[in-house]
């Protein structure tokens, strides 16, 4: 079984509301990328801030189970804890909210990759993108439970203390030329880029399907 995490509960200060509630194509940002995970999962988890789960489940409805975050200050770990305790797949494929041109194709990749490994984890550019890994759910939240227990705040710190494969843009592009699934939309100019391109070129959009 493999599980989904979808990230949202970062707090968009940069956007000034929700980054997962920010409306793209008339579609929430969180609504589209759990959409895009829920085609490649046999369950998604949508991890969000510190009382915020009323206003995220009238928007991903019945597609994803809704966990909190314990403290708003740890960032993405916190997340990733909180949905890797509430999932029941052996495999977690994590995705952040703010990606809506992550690619189905380029997920199954790299949770094929990870079998057998603690994780699979891309390389963009030189630098490891450890929210958009997938880990063994065990041994991944082992670590992350040690490194919050001991101050840890960063993903890449935890994932370089795992046995991960790491897979090069060759690869990467393979499943996605541009390198699209990796474009974060953190700030209002980017959500206005991404709301251009996608009038100029619907197609460019990820079509979520299942199965």
């Known amino acids: 079984m493999l599980s989904g995490a979808v990230l949202s509960g970062g707090l968009g200060t940069r956007m ?9 194509g008339g579609v929430p ?3 589209r990328v759990a959409d895009i995970v829920a085609g490649v999962t046999d369950e998604v988890i949508v991890s969000v801030g510190p009382g915020k789960s ?18 708003a200050d740890i960032g ?10 509430a999932a029941e797949g052996e495999y977690v494929i994590v995705s952040p909210c703010d990606t809506p041109f992550l690619k189905q194709e380029l997920c199954r990749s790299i949770s094929s990759k990870a079998r057998g490994m603690d994780g699979a984890v891309p390389v963009v550019r030189g630098y ?7 880990y063994d759910r065990v041994r991944c939240l082992r670590a992350i439970e040690r490194a919050i227990k001991e101050g840890g705040r960063r993903a890449t710190e935890v994932v370089e203390t795992l046995d991960i494969m790491r897979i090069d843009e060759e690869d990467l592009r393979a499943f996605d030329p541009e ?10 100019e980017a959500m206005k880029e991404a709301e251009r391109r996608l009038a100029s070129d619907p197609g460019h959009m990820p079509q979520p399907r299942r199965g």
């Open 16 to 24: 000034g509301k929700e980054k997962g509630m920010m409306v793209l």
């Open 29 to 31: 940002l969180v609504r």
């Open 76 to 85: 993405p770990l916190e997340g990733m804890s909180r949905a890797f305790e």
């Open 54 to 71: 009323s206003l995220y489940r009238g928007v991903v409805g019945d597609k994803a189970r809704i966990v909190e975050d314990r403290e």
């Open 128 to 134: 490891l993108e450890p929210l958009h890994g997938a």
């Open 179 to 188: 390198l699209s699934s990796f474009e974060n939309l953190n700030s209002p």
